[in-house]
């Protein structure tokens, strides 16, 4: 399950939500939130068995290009995380991974990650059991505010839609600490930029195109919304589904040189009535988090006018619930871009958990309390109500409405 029991602040409680494994567990206990970090450090720095990660040696199958699009279909999981299915080695090995704009990294568990809780109750790949897999022989070492990863680098064709792409680095994790505890999700794809971290070796993504699997250099994600009749959720690579969305694109240039990160003009409710962040905003749109973050003062605000009240603090973030009765009385969010209106419905911006309402606004100062993070992040609530294409070739996002049943 991806929530525990939903408890009080005070009490000592594991989770509330699980939220992203960027940012600090949102609603925790404070044993989680004053999680050991030397021990998490030292578990993730020990020797890793790279013996035990022999190379097989096979011929190779040529990847089969021309593809004009790659259609993905994702899983949702109560409205907060999206994932989809693909293959790895040869044979193939069918794993769970979240396709994450915010990292160019990919890697997924090792059968070798056995030690915990976390490794053995997910899905593990078998290096020996691949025809075309290749050890690379560097470690790494990932840390997440909840948790962490190490392994080494490896090389192996990974399956995407059907589409195979050969020679693939990605991070093969022989220690798992708490990522993605209690969600059937065995890995990571990065879709963000640069090279993968440590190994100097393209993505998932630019290998396709380097490749010639696919020939435009774009995808494009629509989440849906649960139990509610709608159509599924759908990663597109090299295109978009014209069928997934209403209106025309909004495009905005993309501000940084390495993230999915745009000038925005304001935030707003009521038509224009009410603004926040109003002399313009930096966002960037995260795939793999469950929260819209923005900075303390223009949340804490907006969350006062939907009639939310502060729920818990951890550290520097803030989270913030909301009476149910109300819920279908709220307006539209509203981000202007370019000096367009993206909407943000009440159905996407409000998730409901045990019988209880929770805004996924959540306010950010730095982590001394001292002046607010400047930065929006825009996860998969935004995501939901907002078809979000990233658009590589170009180095621009563009947005249209989200076409839903309900």
Same mark, same amino acid.
């Given at each position: 399950?991806?929530?525990?029991?939903?408890?009080?602040?005070?009490?000592?409680?594991?989770?509330?939500?699980?939220?992203?494994?960027?940012?600090?567990?949102?609603?925790?206990?404070?044993?989680?939130?004053? $999680?050991?970090?030397?021990?998490?450090?030292?578990?993730?720095?020990?020797?890793?068995?790279?013996?035990?990660?022999?190379?097989?040696?096979?011929?190779?199958?040529?990847?089969?290009?021309?593809?004009?699009?790659?259609?993905?279909?994702?899983?949702?999981?109560?409205?907060?995380?999206?994932?989809?299915?693909?293959?790895?080695?040869?044979?193939?090995?069918?794993?769970?991974?979240?396709?994450?704009?915010?990292?160019?990294?990919?890697?997924?568990?090792?059968?070798?990650?056995?030690?915990?809780?976390?490794?053995?109750?997910?899905?593990?790949?078998?290096?020996?059991?691949?025809?075309?897999?290749?050890?690379?022989?560097?470690?790494?070492?990932?840390?997440?505010?909840?948790?962490?990863?190490?392994?080494?680098?490896?090389?192996?064709?990974?399956?995407?839609?059907?589409?195979?792409?050969?020679?693939?680095?990605?991070?093969?994790?022989?220690?798992?600490?708490?990522?993605?505890?209690?969600?059937?999700?065995?890995?990571?794809?990065?879709?963000? $930029?640069?090279?993968?971290?440590?190994?100097?070796?393209?993505?998932?993504?630019?290998?396709?195109?380097?490749?010639?699997?696919?020939?435009?250099?774009?995808?494009?994600?629509?989440?849906?919304?649960?139990?509610?009749?709608?159509?599924?959720?759908?990663?597109?690579?090299?295109?978009?589904?014209?069928?997934?969305?209403?209106?025309?694109?909004?495009?905005?240039?993309?501000?940084?040189?390495?993230?999915?990160?745009?000038?925005?003009?304001?935030?707003?409710?009521? #038509? #224009?009535?009410?603004?926040?962040?109003?002399?313009?905003?930096?966002?960037?749109?995260?795939?793999?988090?469950?929260?819209?973050?923005?900075?303390?003062?223009?949340?804490?605000?907006?969350?006062?006018?939907?009639?939310?009240?502060?729920?818990?603090?951890?550290?520097?973030?803030?989270?913030?619930?909301?009476?149910?009765?109300?819920?279908? /009385?709220?307006?539209?969010?509203?981000?202007?871009?370019?000096?367009?209106?993206?909407?943000?419905?009440?159905?996407?911006?409000?998730?409901? +958990?045990? #019988?209880?309402?929770?805004? /996924?606004?959540?306010?950010?100062?730095?982590?001394?309390?001292?002046?607010?993070?400047?930065?929006?992040?825009? #996860?998969?609530?935004?995501?939901?109500? +907002?078809?979000?294409?990233?658009?590589?070739?170009?180095?621009?996002?563009?947005?249209?409405?989200?076409?839903?049943?309900?």
């Amino acid at each position: 399950m991806l929530y525990n029991d939903l408890p009080c602040p005070s009490e000592n409680a594991r989770y509330v939500f699980r939220f992203s494994n960027r940012f600090p567990v949102s609603i925790a206990n404070r044993a989680r939130a004053d $999680f050991d970090r030397r021990q998490l450090q030292q578990r993730l720095h020990a020797p890793v068995p790279l013996h035990d990660l022999s190379r097989q040696e096979s011929d190779r199958k040529h990847v089969k290009a021309e593809a004009p699009t790659i259609d993905i279909e994702l899983q949702n999981i109560n409205d907060t995380i999206y994932y989809g299915s693909i293959t790895v080695g040869t044979p193939g090995q069918q794993l769970n991974v979240v396709f994450d704009t915010a990292s160019s990294a990919t890697w997924i568990l090792s059968k070798f990650c056995r030690s915990n809780p976390y490794c053995l109750m997910h899905r593990k790949y078998s290096n020996a059991s691949s025809t075309t897999f290749k050890n690379k022989l560097i470690s790494f070492a990932f840390e997440y505010s909840n948790g962490g990863l190490s392994g080494v680098w490896v090389e192996d064709n990974v399956s995407v839609g059907g589409l195979i792409v050969e020679h693939q680095t990605f991070g093969l994790a022989t220690t798992n600490i708490g990522v993605y505890e209690n969600v059937d999700i065995d890995g990571r794809i990065g879709l963000g $930029f640069g090279n993968i971290f440590g190994a100097k070796e393209p993505n998932l993504f630019d290998n396709m195109l380097q490749q010639g699997a696919l020939k435009n250099p774009v995808f494009s994600f629509y989440f849906n919304r649960k139990d509610s009749g709608d159509r599924s959720s759908h990663l597109t690579l090299g295109g978009t589904n014209p069928d997934l969305y209403t209106g025309d694109f909004i495009f905005v240039d993309l501000t940084a040189p390495n993230r999915w990160q745009f000038q925005g003009d304001r935030v707003q409710l009521n #038509g #224009g009535k009410v603004f926040f962040s109003k002399y313009g905003f930096q966002a960037a749109v995260e795939s793999d988090n469950e929260l819209i973050v923005g900075p303390y003062e223009d949340v804490s605000a907006l969350n006062t006018r939907l009639g939310a009240t502060l729920f818990f603090q951890n550290g520097y973030l803030y989270l913030y619930q909301i009476n149910c009765d109300v819920v279908d /009385t709220l307006p539209d969010v509203e981000f202007i871009v370019n000096g367009k209106r993206l909407a943000l419905s009440r159905k996407d911006y409000v998730v409901k +958990i045990n #019988g209880r309402c929770f805004s /996924t606004f959540a306010g950010k100062r730095d982590p001394t309390g001292n002046r607010e993070e400047p930065l929006w992040i825009l #996860g998969t609530p935004f995501m939901r109500s +907002i078809y979000t294409q990233f658009d590589k070739g170009n180095r621009r996002i563009g947005f249209a409405q989200a076409k839903h049943k309900t």
